[in-house]
């Protein structure tokens, strides 16, 4: 279960999740649903039908699927998450559908997820990177209290590596923060990565467009160079693993007696 997105290009991301789920459990049956009603709106225009989590549970329970291990791909536990949750426990609540419907976390829902991410996507920074050079990630960011994940991240980059930076679009911290950090450093060069599972919308003009608005062109502004890495968080296999070591803990219980 994924927000979605509408562009091609970026539906790679989830065809590589898709890859592994299936490596990984070759004889059960592989679903997509996108929370996201705008696009999936969108995409029923170009004749690509995708289901919501409610289509989706209600088609497999009328198909006579009995366990469904839900993984949620989003970032962090905001409003879309709870949405997919409440769907959930619906499905979990009504008779006669499943025995058993779990679902699995988004990327950062406790301490040691921070932890893990931060490890890497520090790994995942392009290689040409010299350590005197900053690196920014673009988070989506949300009016949701658990924006706050998005801070503390933001605080463990920091930690690790001064010139790593986190901001959001939609929440906090925001760009103007950040450019106010960088002021007080001798940097050059800023390397510009999406903090979203896919490179999509955001990441395609918010943060690489050619407007003035977008993130590069704001950084440019200010005299830096910029290098854009346009690679959603779900191209990464090393992130892909913990949503999947999250969808193995749901199976996990399934084999239980
Ligand atoms: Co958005």
Redesign the pocket.
């Given at each position: 279960m994924t927000f979605g997105s509408s562009y091609p290009k970026a539906r790679k991301a989830f065809e590589n999740i898709e890859e592994k789920v299936r490596q990984s459990y070759p004889n059960t049956p592989v679903r997509w649903a996108y929370t996201s009603k705008i696009i999936r709106n969108k995409l029923a225009k170009e004749g690509i039908d995708l289901d919501s989590p409610a289509e989706a549970l209600a088609k497999m329970a009328d198909q006579g699927f009995t366990r469904v291990a839900v993984q949620s791909l989003h970032i962090i536990r905001g409003c879309e998450y709870h949405d997919l949750r409440s769907v959930v426990q619906g499905f979990r609540f009504m008779q006669n559908r499943f025995d058993k419907i779990l679902i699995g976390s988004p990327l950062l829902n406790k301490p040691a997820s921070l932890e893990r991410v931060k490890k890497v996507m520090l790994e995942n920074i392009p290689e040409e990177r010299n350590p005197d050079e900053a690196v920014v990630f673009m988070g989506?960011g949300t009016h949701h209290p658990s924006n706050a994940f998005y801070q503390a991240m933001a605080y463990k980059f920091q930690q690790s590596d001064p010139l790593v930076y986190l901001g959001t679009?939609?929440g906090a911290p925001k760009l103007q923060a950040i450019l106010a950090d960088l002021k007080k450093k001798n940097v050059k060069r800023i390397y510009l990565l999406p903090f979203m599972s896919v490179a999509g919308?955001?990441a395609r003009n918010d943060l690489a467009g050619n407007s003035k608005n977008s993130w590069k062109s704001i950084l440019q502004s200010k005299g830096y160079q910029v290098k854009t890495v346009l690679k959603g968080m779900a191209e990464y296999d090393n992130v892909v693993r913990i949503w999947l070591e999250s969808l193995q803990k749901s199976i996990s219980h399934f084999e239980e007696r």
């Open positions: 989506h679009v939609e919308d955001h």
